[in-house]
């Protein structure tokens, strides 16, 4: 259930400046502040994650009544920090807003590592590995507690090491003269195209290239 900006004032006027009413305009005017700081980081977060929502966007006052970014624990402590920052306690302020921003940060990222997990179970579960959805549930479910990679740059990196795989496939061929056909093409655009190299020796590629790009 969404927090009302009324419960949110009778929560949180304990903790703004030494403690006021929960009318007094004051509290209104940290709470937004606070909300306006914690909705930057929300969104810096939700691109580096590559959250498939849209951007919370900071309203005075709320929106409908309600807190936009709904965590009362992030939301206090950022009120701490503006405190703090107003008396020139620049060490003590700056401690808290990351304390605040901390709050946000792991709730978001539990939140995207539960969703992109089901996902790729999902993916597992329909697809067969030897199928491109199917490599991809599986390489999901390897990284997503290590990098938290979505679904679709996954995808991206298993087209990639496919490519690189049947050129070099095709290469050696060639080279070798050897009586074997090439394979005709390196794409794999489809989720239920079929993988003509081993899934092992593209899942290898893909998590070495994964793990020399986050280095």
């Given amino acids: ?7 949110a004032k009778t929560s949180l ?16 005017q940290r709470i937004d502040e606070a909300q306006r700081r914690l ?6 977060l939700s691109r580096r994650e590559d959250l498939e929502k849209a951007p919370l966007v900071y309203i005075s006052g709320g929106s409908a009544g309600n ?18 920052e107003e008396n020139n306690e620049v060490e003590m302020a700056a401690s808290l807003e990351q304390k605040a921003l ?6 978001l990222v539990q939140t995207v590592e539960q969703a992109r997990r089901t996902e790729f179970q999902g993916l ?23 990098y938290r ?3 679709n740059r996954i995808r991206s990196y298993v087209r990639q090491a496919y490519r690189t795989a049947v050129d070099h496939h095709n290469f050696v061929i060639r080279r070798e003269a050897l009586n074997r056909p090439v394979i005709v093409t390196n794409d794999l655009a489809q989720a239920v195209s079929n ?9 290898e590629i893909v998590l070495s290239q994964i793990t020399q790009d986050q280095v």
């Fill in 102 to 107: 901390a709050y946000v940060e792991r709730n």
């Fill in 195 to 203: 993988l003509e190299i081993s899934p092992e020796v593209i899942r």
């Fill in 124 to 146: 597992e579960t329909t697809y067969a590995i030897t199928q491109r959805d199917g490599l991809v549930g599986r390489i999901g479910l390897e990284m997503v507690s290590r």
């Fill in 39 to 44: 909705i930057d980081h929300y969104n810096f």
């Fill in 149 to 151: 990679l979505s679904s």
């Fill in 1 to 7: 259930m969404a927090t009302s900006i009324t419960s």
């Fill in 13 to 28: 006027a304990p903790y703004v400046d030494n403690g006021l009413d929960p009318a007094n305009a004051r509290v209104a």
């Fill in 67 to 84: 807190l936009i970014l709904d965590d009362l624990d992030a939301t206090k402590v950022m009120i701490l920090a503006l405190w703090r």
